[in-house]
Structure formats: structure tokens, C-alpha cells
């Protein structure tokens, strides 16, 4: 099992930043794919990015690219999700997820379904 606990989300004025914090603990042995979603009440979890092992590609959201940025510490066990230039559109819970190896390779990249073990989730407000 894997027990993820995110943090760092908070309110901030359009054309801030923050930085989301996810720590992993449990059985980890830093061959996870890493993920962060969120969501809005009546909407589905969408994916925003994700961080694969082997070499660590990583994938962004239409919405997020160029914005947002997916980090690890290996050493930490803590993947970073740094956002810049926040939306309004950006306000949502934020949830950090975690697979062994490549998560079930019969989703797309940023599905939820393919990720295993979620965190409670981080609130993320911007205010226009």
C-alpha cells in the first residue's frame, strides 16, 4: 500500500503561483508513475499531469501546458506540481495518485483509472 498526503494548495490572485507538495509513504520503491487530477463539484477528475518512471516523461493537460510543471525527489519521495500564471479556471481540489510501474496501460496517460492509490486532496482557490 501506498499512502499519499498532498499539501501547499491555498488562494491566490489570477497570475499567481503555488507549488503542490505530494509526500508517498508505504511500499514505494521510486518506479511509480505519479500523477495530479482535480476536480470540481459536478465534474468528472481530470487529469493535469503525470510523471512516468524510466526516465521520467511526463505529461501535461492542454489546459496546464506551459503552466504547470510535474517534479520528483526520489530521495524525498515527494512529487512537486509547481503552477504558474493560475487561472480562475484553475480553481479546483487538487489530488495527487500513484501506480506501480506504468499504472494500467489500458488508459491514456492522464486517465485516472490508471493510477491505484489517491490522497485526500488540496484546495486550490484563484480569485480573478
Known amino acids: 500500500q501506498v499512502q499519499l498526503v498532498e499539501s501547499g494548495g491555498g488562494s491566490v490572485q489570477a497570475g499567481g503561483s503555488l507549488r503542490l507538495s505530494c509526500v508517498a509513504s508505504?511500499?514505494?520503491?521510486?518506479?511509480?508513475?505519479m500523477g495530479w487530477f482535480r476536480q470540481v463539484p459536478g465534474k468528472e477528475r481530470e487529469g493535469v499531469a503525470a510523471?512516468?518512471?524510466?526516465?521520467?516523461?511526463?505529461y501535461y493537460a492542454a489546459s496546464v501546458k506551459g503552466r504547470f510543471t510535474i517534479s520528483q525527489d526520489n530521495a524525498e519521495n515527494t512529487v512537486y506540481l509547481q503552477m504558474n500564471n493560475l487561472k480562475p479556471e484553475d480553481t479546483a481540489m487538487y489530488y495527487c495518485?500513484?501506480?506501480?510501474?506504468?499504472?494500467?496501460?489500458?488508459?491514456?496517460?492522464?486517465?485516472?483509472?490508471?493510477?491505484?492509490?489517491w490522497g485526500l486532496g488540496t484546495q486550490v482557490t484563484v480569485s480573478s
Open positions: 495518485a500513484a501506480a506501480p510501474g506504468y499504472g494500467d496501460s489500458r488508459y491514456s496517460w492522464l486517465n485516472p483509472a490508471r493510477f491505484n492509490y
Open positions: 510523471i512516468y518512471p524510466g526516465g521520467g516523461s511526463s
Open positions: 508505504g511500499y514505494t520503491d521510486n518506479r511509480e508513475s
